[in-house]
């Protein structure tokens, strides 16, 4: 029965987790990528060809896109800094400015930017022909293109809030050691019906909670402790619910005389006995 319980407790607490929020390195990347559509937006754009016009509305849009889809390189090798990485060589993630120029045909040209520097900035890119010549199809600027590309800082990661509060797993905790004390300091024959019951009760809650609270590292110390001490309360509970049944039921001895039933048969004096337990 205490297996069954500890796996009904611990089956009900690893429910799925809902989806944890955008990182705060996700966020202001996206911010700084509306800063350069609002710039790209508010740009005159009379002087442009209709191609290029063309071209560079097509830009915007691939540019919302990218935007909207959240991935973007990571800062592995500069703490504290914030650093553009052209492409993030462990995922193969371009920047904004690498993915403008990935869906426009140019691996050639972000290979060789990588090349030789893969942390290199839009502006020192303004005597490349190459990039240049790609910058005039598409009706930008080299300061548009400035704008647009992100520095990246050290990945930040927003956990989510603990499933159960630090103060329910200490609360649980004081609960069950209480409860467990007084299952093994008061006698079995002489504790309230009600608290070995409560015993199994709160440490099977215990255990549910402890399971919560160990997705989060606010909560891991004191749910690892409602784990043992739900536990061992719950032993504790069924060893008292033993000992109470076996004080007040106790081993009866019984004495009746023994009769030969045969006929005939000559009586002899004789008793029967029998335990019951």
Request: proline fraction near 8%.
């Amino acid at each position: 029965m205490l297996l069954r319980a500890v796996a009904t407790a611990v089956s009900l607490a690893t429910s799925p987790l809902s989806t944890a929020p955008a990182t705060a390195e996700v966020l202001r990347v996206q911010a700084h990528l509306d800063g350069a559509l609002a710039m790209m937006a508010s740009r005159d754009l009379s002087g442009l060809t209709t191609t290029q016009q063309r071209n560079r509305a097509e830009l915007t849009r691939r540019l919302r896109a990218y935007r909207d889809a959240g991935q973007f390189p990571i800062n592995r090798d500069f703490p504290g800094r914030f650093v553009p990485y052209f492409r993030d060589q462990q995922t193969g993630v371009l920047c904004a400015v690498g993915f403008l120029l990935a869906t426009t045909g140019e691996h050639d040209l972000i290979d060789e930017i990588v090349e030789n520097d893969n942390h290199v900035r839009v502006p020192a890119l303004a005597s490349h022909v190459e990039f240049g010549r790609w910058l005039d199809e598409h009706g930008l600027l080299l300061e548009e293109a400035a704008r647009i590309q992100p520095t990246y800082g050290p990945p930040i990661f927003e956990e989510p809030p603990p499933r159960v509060s630090p103060q329910t797993l200490e609360t649980s905790a004081v609960l069950n050691t209480g409860l467990a004390v007084a299952s093994l300091l008061v006698s079995p024959s002489l504790q309230p019906r009600v608290l070995p019951y409560a015993g199994l009760l709160a440490g099977a809650a215990a255990i549910v909670l402890g399971v919560q609270g160990l997705d989060h590292s606010r909560t891991t110390s004191l749910a690892v402790l409602n784990l043992g001490v739900g536990a061992a309360g719950m032993v504790v509970a069924s060893r008292a619910l033993t000992l109470r049944a076996r004080q007040l039921a106790p081993p009866r001895l019984s004495v009746t005389p023994l009769v030969d039933a045969r006929r005939g048969a000559r009586p002899a004096p004789g008793l029967a006995f029998r335990l019951r337990f």
